[in-house]
């Protein structure tokens, strides 16, 4: 899926940007100290607290301080391996459009990369952080770049001028990282209702239907677009999918789940796209959970007789543990509960006597799921969590 040959160029241009790749937080935090005074990482710190409240206000003015000279490399280092994976699938995917519009494009490190890669093609980035683009112009004038013009605007305000073969948004167009997507049908599904007004909430309250729109009225008949958010989540997945399915966009490859290291933490985003309308479209949209990493239930290799280890017969906090509660034998419900938020949102708990032990099965809309089965004699221990989880905010 991905072509190393890049690598080498990728490096050496995130290095002229003065990243520096790391792998222990240690390091990492070591350097930060050394770069930036006190002052300097209290004021990050606040602004990203800031940013968390989600007005476009307080995200302006994180992105604008990310600008400064002194933060940029510290601060964008700590991403040097999301660049490395978005940089060489993006390049890899210019094709032959000749007109590229990068949205939301901060300082332009991606942006200067492709244009470096691609001279014959004119790339316009975009963004809202006024003091971003001023530094994405200084270095795209310092690399002596002639294909890449860097624009300030805000996609929610104002309409980019210019028509594009390709548009690119990459961690971009759903920052809404708080808001709660939209919740399946029930606990028991991972199916998302077909009704339009949830999908037009989300789309409105999020932004994205709007900015979709914008970006659909910009893009060439035979466009693409190249698209990678935050929306691992079903509850996201689903209705960013179903936004693009509205307007016409289409799968012309599958969609590959990306991962990349923050330093020490592993970051999951979720799907890569790669999206066209008409007859480029391949692939059908797929609204399954993504394959998890959860314990097979195997009833034959349950241990038999008890133990007062306290051990888990079975434990599985991933989507098919819904599999194996509905495989369990003779259920027998103890307790239940079913909590509903008038959002559609539901929270069910139930404790349980199956032939294999007795267990505890937690599902909500948005697709969590919790198996844990243990030897009847510990039926107390998971009464208490039952008791907590009934008991706690949806
Ligand atoms: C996380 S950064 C991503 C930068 C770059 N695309 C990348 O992949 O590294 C998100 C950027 O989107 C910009 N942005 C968010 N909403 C925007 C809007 N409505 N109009 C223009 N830019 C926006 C922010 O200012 C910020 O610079």
């Known amino acids: 899926m991905i072509n190393d040959s890049r690598l080498p160029s990728l490096h050496s241009h995130l290095a002229w940007w003065g990243l520096r790749p790391f792998t222990s937080d240690e390091a990492y935090f070591q350097w930060q100290r050394e770069a930036l005074s006190p002052d300097e990482i209290a004021t990050l710190h606040r602004q990203v607290e800031q940013k968390r409240r989600g007005s476009s206000t307080d995200e302006v003015a994180f992105y604008d301080a990310t600008a400064h000279p002194n933060i ?36 332009g490190i991606l942006t200067t990369f492709y244009a470096r890669q691609y001279p014959d093609k004119a790339f316009v980035g975009i963004d809202r952080s006024p003091l971003s683009i001023a530094r994405a112009q200084e270095q ?4 002596g770049l002639t294909n890449v013009r860097f624009d300030c605007l805000d996609l929610d305000r104002v309409a980019p001028a210019g028509a594009y073969d ?15 997507g939209l919740p399946s049908r029930s606990w028991r599904t991972f199916e998302r209702a077909s009704e339009s007004q949830p999908q037009t909430d989300f789309e409105q309250r999020t932004g994205i239907g709007p900015r979709l ?12 677009m190249i698209l990678f958010e935050k929306t691992r989540q079903l509850a996201r997945r689903v209705p960013l999918q179903r936004a693009l ?27 890569f796209y790669l999206l066209g309308r008409g007859d480029s479209r391949r692939f059908r949209w ?19 007789g008890s ?37 559609g949102r539901q929270l069910h708990v139930e404790l349980g006597q199956a032939e294999e ?33 009934a008991a706690s905010a949806l």
Do not use: M
């Open 140 to 143: 795209a004038q310092a690399l």
């Open 245 to 271: 399915a509205a307007r016409g966009f289409g799968l012309i490859e599958q969609p590959e789940l990306i991962r990349y290291r923050l330093v020490e933490e592993v970051a999951d985003d979720g799907p």
């Open 213 to 224: 729109d914008c970006l659909s009225s910009l893009l060439a008949a035979e466009g693409r």
């Open 286 to 304: 797929d609204e399954s959970p993504e394959p998890d990493e959860g314990p097979h239930f195997d009833r034959a290799k349950l241990k038999a």
């Open 166 to 180: 390709l548009i690119l948004a990459t961690h971009a167009l759903v920052q809404a990282e708080q808001d709660p």
């Open 72 to 107: 940029l490399p510290v601060l964008y280092s700590q991403r040097y391996d999301y660049y490395l994976a978005i940089g060489q699938r993006v390049a890899d995917r210019l094709g032959e459009a000749r007109s590229i519009l990068d949205v939301g494009c901060g300082v």
């Open 357 to 389: 032990g007795v267990y505890l099965y937690c599902a909500n809309t948005l697709d969590q799921r919790q198996l844990v089965l243990l030897e009847p004699a510990s039926r107390a221990l998971l009464a208490a969590y039952y008791q907590d989880i």
């Open 307 to 343: 133990t007062d280890s306290g051990e888990p017969l079975y434990e599985n906090h991933w989507p098919s543990a819904q599999i194996a509660w509905e495989q369990l034998h003779a259920k027998h419900l103890l307790k239940e509960t079913t909590k509903q938020e008038p959002d």
